[in-house]
Each structure stands twice: as C-alpha cells, then as structure tokens.
C-alpha cells in the first residue's frame, strides 16, 4: 500500500528539515502515515454519524492547530502529492461507513503530506545536528505521531 513515491517523501524530508531519509525508510515512513490517515479517517467517520450525517466532511476530520499549522508549512514548501496512490492505498482498508465529500477527497495529498512534514520535524527534533535519519530516531518519532494523532 503505496501512499506515495519513494523521491517525494524523500523530498519533503529534505524540505522540511534537511534530512536525508534512506531508501530502506520510505516503506516504514508509508506505513506508518497509512496507519495515522486512517486512524484519521476513522474519527472523522465517527464525528459524520454524530452529526447525523452520511457523509464525511473535511470539519470531521480532527486536525488541531499545531496540525493546521504544520498543513500551512507543509505548503510552503511546494511539494505536491498525487491522490490516485493515497485513494489506492484506502482502497485496501476496510472500507468506511461513510463517504468521503469531494472537498475532504481533494485534501487528502495536502493531508499525508503534512503527516510526513510532522514526522520528517519530529525526526529533527531528536538529531538535530544529524543529516541522515536512524532507525531509532525513526521509530521514537512514529511512537510520539501514534500517541499524539
């Protein structure tokens, strides 16, 4: 389940914190982002039924502050995201309750993309002197993004 190419996601490392991630990383740094945008998905679906709706809008989604801030710095940096492989990556999940309105649908790269930005800074914040990410500064970093998101 492919969210995206391995040179994108090595560009936003590069892009958001200078970091060079290594090849062998990007299928780690994949599943892990598939895992958080479900998780997201799931609590958006949650909030469309308690809103007595059928539909899962972009309001549904629980995207805090620091979350909105990171999407604002995630687009500074002009990376852009294809939404064929993050639809193809779903595709492979159960299926949701409900569907996803157009508008959430066409947010969905600008999504993953900042669920990398946030791990490639996370990353950053435990070498900062570092230029090549580590494998366990990788795994520290997808810890903290399964407790925080």
Same mark, same amino acid.
């Given at each position: 389940m492919k969210v995206e190419g391995a040179y994108k996601i090595e560009q936003i490392f590069k892009k958001a914190a200078s970091l060079k991630l290594p090849k062998n990383k990007v299928l780690e740094v994949t599943e892990a982002v598939d895992r958080k945008l479900y998780d997201l998905l799931k609590t958006a679906e949650t909030n469309a039924g308690y809103n007595g709706r059928d539909v899962i809008w972009l309001s549904d989604v629980p995207l805090t502050n620091a979350m909105r801030e990171s999407m604002r710095l995630f687009g500074e940096i002009e990376e852009e995201l294809e939404l064929k492989p993050i639809l193809d990556m779903l595709a492979g999940r159960p299926p949701l309750k409900y569907e996803l309105e157009v508008a959430l649908e066409k947010r969905l790269p600008e999504i993953v993309g900042t669920l990398i930005f946030i791990l490639?800074?996370? =990353?950053? #914040?435990?070498?900062?002197?570092? !230029? =090549? =990410?580590? #494998?366990? #500064?990788?795994? !520290?970093?997808? !810890?903290?993004?399964d407790l925080t998101i």
């Amino acid at each position: 389940m492919k969210v995206e190419g391995a040179y994108k996601i090595e560009q936003i490392f590069k892009k958001a914190a200078s970091l060079k991630l290594p090849k062998n990383k990007v299928l780690e740094v994949t599943e892990a982002v598939d895992r958080k945008l479900y998780d997201l998905l799931k609590t958006a679906e949650t909030n469309a039924g308690y809103n007595g709706r059928d539909v899962i809008w972009l309001s549904d989604v629980p995207l805090t502050n620091a979350m909105r801030e990171s999407m604002r710095l995630f687009g500074e940096i002009e990376e852009e995201l294809e939404l064929k492989p993050i639809l193809d990556m779903l595709a492979g999940r159960p299926p949701l309750k409900y569907e996803l309105e157009v508008a959430l649908e066409k947010r969905l790269p600008e999504i993953v993309g900042t669920l990398i930005f946030i791990l490639a800074k996370i =990353v950053k #914040e435990f070498s900062p002197k570092d !230029r =090549v =990410v580590g #494998e366990d #500064e990788l795994k !520290r970093a997808f !810890r903290i993004l399964d407790l925080t998101i």
